[in-house]
Nanobody, 125 residues
Framework: QVQLVESGGGLVQAGGSLRLSCAAS????????MGWFRQAPGKDRTLVAG?????????YTADSVKGRFTISRDNAKNTVYLQMNSLKTEDTAVYYC?????????????????WGQGTQVTVSS
């Protein structure tokens, strides 16, 4: 079992920054692929960025976040981060951390075994 707890969401003005954290516990994480998803009202939950815990390899799916969002990890703290810069109103969503043992660059919700509770990010204009 893996437990994931997100934090760091909030209200920010367009152009601002936030850093989301996902604290993981419950097992060793070296074989896991970690993903940050987001879900805006009325829309599907989609992968924004992913990271392979063993070597820190990163994967970004959305062209809209490339160059603005960065996923990283801190092995000592068992924590994955999503640094979000130059935020736009369209980034407003609930952001979820997820973990999977099924491989790399996993983009579908169904491929993930564990989920956090989500953290709200609201970007105002």
């Amino acid at each position: 079992q893996v437990q994931l707890v997100e934090s760091g969401g909030g209200l920010v003005q367009a152009g601002g920054s936030l850093r989301l954290s996902c604290a993981a516990s419950g097992r060793t994480f070296g074989s896991l692929f970690m993903g940050w998803f987001r879900q805006a009202p009325g829309k599907d939950r989609t992968l924004v960025a992913g990271l392979r815990w063993s070597d820190g390899s990163t994967y970004y799916t959305a062209d809209s976040v490339k160059g603005r969002f960065t996923i990283s990890r801190d092995n000592a703290k068992n924590t994955v981060y999503l640094q979000m810069n130059s935020l736009k109103t369209e980034d407003t969503a609930v952001y979820y951390c997820a973990a999977s043992s099924k491989g790399y660059a996993l983009t579908f919700v169904s491929q993930y075994d564990y989920w956090g509770q989500g953290t709200q990010v609201t970007v105002s204009s």
